[in-house]
């Protein structure tokens, strides 16, 4: 059989393997086809950066705007060039440490005017100005434009030849230059060519490109370069990693420092916009400058200032870029300028990172198929998606990183969708496996249903020959053909219900999970079969007989199955039979009429009527009259109820689950049940196991329990040594009691865990409330060593009684837990000196006074038991100390036998 462990495994692989062939299958198509999904990722890099906001500006960088006023105070655009050479000079005066004047001289005109600029142009001697070059890729072939005549005069300001490999750098096609005698009296020039993305958006410059073999930087570097004093020998550029301006002179700082600028391998840098235009940077209207040359007071004050100069006027020189749709082209220089002093660098993932994202989102979503319900699956792929999206964003504001968006999330999706598609298929797969089965079991129930009809008749026959006399069973044949008969009907009910409830280890986790719906809380294997029938039953409208000791959750699986069933809609009405009074039970059932008794003053209806098309559960039905027992048979077998005090019938619809912790077959034969009844109740018998025999369900309980009641303690949890100490104890009212010792120690304990001092002092409150059983009492009862005569008293008296173990205890004065952990004890003692042998122990037991089949189920039942406790555990060491506290209530001397069946189950194993 293989493990839930091993299932859950392969699960986990194989739809591990699913995300990596959905990552490998996303990564392909954007690796082959890279514009598939370009827009959409550019798109969530302009929101990035809108929701980012506003960023750190160099406090030194200048903008003069040509702006509108500007030109309506000087006049129409362009301007004579006297009007550029008196602004320069202006800002010389202003003690401007660099001045980027963005504006393309490319025509002569009034020789004066031009001579005026170029005279204040050598003199300022830090000024730097602008030209066009149409780029192109160098892999486009005959596009170079190697006879353009103004690439031997360009020359002087570039940065030389290229050292090392140039093959992606964008290459200089055609140029536009300013007017030569203007450009060569300039400090310097730089190009003002962007490369827009295929939306028409800039987001990057090309810091450097290639013109006839030589390095030609940008118009916003050349600027940079001359205010950190940082020389064209100074500059080293390692295509598609970074440029370095070694030995940079920052102002307000005393030692020079590297500032290395990330590129691509076309030479390109992410320019981090400021934010939008009006609320960067410090503008000045080139009208308020102009005019400040008269007043020499009224100039301001741009020392150490890097100073740009460009038309912002309506319609001119505006370009869309992630922060804006009309962003003036001096903005785009000033942002590459307070990108790289400010160093607010953004880097684009490389490949392995990107890989890695697409495969694990695309894991995380193939992993989303472990989930059953298709909503909690949505949730989880929004979620999924969301968290990224968030965790994207936080990396790009704090660090600049800018992660893939639409690709991890495209691999979140698919892989979603191929787990999903490949988990339906599994399910029809399984599901005809599983159709083929149930045809098998349906065969198979058929046969035992006709052999349990035969067995009925059979019984009843015996009955019948009981009842003719006078219930004296003198004939010992009459008396073991009944026992016989009883045992197999018995048996064949029990292989009924266990064919019907095999569950598989990944079933059983489906099932946990499904009764914790219903605050069955369990781990253990025996009730979660129980609650796998109770699903099936729900489907039925079958009656339906819930067995268990007090305290077991008898009343929770009642609910679970109305929930469950067609009736949901209907009411669930609930009676405690044994807490009416039995002259009163009759009308509480099914009402009477006004006049029916005295104090009937008018009609009233009784809870069946009340329960119609729904459903209604009789607990301790054990405990129902037997007058009334007859008139509940009537009901169930002709769906009508007649009111106390008339004769008419009333037809109900109403599903009947009854309860009971007492033994009913006992209550047949002693007569004080009514049998048809019982075979009625008992076509569906769901048996829950006690407390006692789900200890591993103790500190799963607990821990539930505790934060079902802590309230507003902050209480993690209970201690392990706590845990053992309620796991020795054999809990009478089962889980009912178990919830009340939790509730005592949350409200005694100060600590953050329940103590095992806490634990001690909820039992010892319990006692006193007469609750509980006395501890000391019950661990004494339960491990003393007993004799050989007292086996030999105990199997005498259960051979009398039929083996009943409550006639036992009622016999030798003795709980009936006792008795059952002294017999299994007993059961154990002779398993072990008859090598395992079921037969020969239960032959020895029954002493020809008790047909030794019957006694084999019961030998049976224990010894499985046993076996399943330790049939987790690693070794024959591991496996007695668990034996220990399953069987801690077992009298000590029967250890030895219980260890020599733990020996014999390993080396038989091995």
Known sequence: MISGKNIYCREFLTYLL??????????????????????????????????????????????IDIDDRSIDAIGRWPWDRSVHARMINTLSLCEARTIAYDILFNQPSDKNGDELLVKATRDVKKLFYPVGFELTSPEISGTKGDNDPHFEDLRPFGFGKFTGDSNGILSVKRTIVPVKDIYQASKGLGHISSARDDDGVIRRVPLIVEMDGQIFPSFALSAVMDYLNVSKDDVVIRTGRDITLRGAQIHGEDRRRDIIIPIDDKGMMLINYAGTWAKTFRHYSFKKIYESTDRKESFPDFKNSIVVVSNTASGYDLKPVPVDKSYPGGGIHASIINTILTGNFLTEAGMPVKIMVIVLFGVIGASGAFFIRWQIKVVFLLSSISGYILINYYTFKTFGLILDVIPPSMAVIFSSIVASFYQVQAQRSSLTSLTGEKQKIERELEVINKRLAEKEGEIKGILSMISARDRQISDLRLKERLWAGMEEKEGLEREKISILSKLSPFEFEHIRKEAQKFQIISKNRTLMEAFDLVKKVAETDHTVLIMGETGTGKELFAKAIHAMSKRCPGPLVTLNVAAIVNTLAESELFGHVKGAFAGADRNREGL??????????????????????????????????????????????????????????????????NKALFARLNRYPIILPPLRDRIEDIHYLADELIKRHRGDKKISGISQDSIGYLSGYHWPQNVRQLENVIIRAIVNTNNQEIQLSDVKFAMEQDKRGNVLQNIREVSEERTQNVTEEDDRRLLDELRKTGFSITEAASALKMSRNTITDHFKGICFKYLAEHDGNIRDAAIIISGNHYPADKLENKIKRYYENLISNIQECKDIDSARERCKVIFKNIPKNYYCFIEKLVKRHFENNR
């Open 18 to 63: 699913l995300g990596l062939l959905s990552s490998l299958f996303i990564f392909s198509i954007t690796f082959f086809f890279p514009n598939i999904f370009r827009d959409w990722e550019l798109k969530t890099y302009d929101y990035r950066m809108k929701f980012r906001g506003g960023i750190e500006t160099y406090p030194d960088i200048v903008l």
């Open 608 to 673: 069946f009527q009340k329960a119609d098309k729904g459903t209604i559960f009789l607990d301790e039905i054990g405990d129902l009259h037997p007058d009334i027992q007859a008139k509940l048979l009537r009901v169930l077998q002709d769906g009508e109820i007649r009111q106390v005090g008339s004769s008419n019938s009333i037809y109900v619809d109403v599903r009947v689950i009854a309860a009971t912790d007492k033994d009913l077959e006992t209550e047949v034969m002693a007569g004080r049940f």
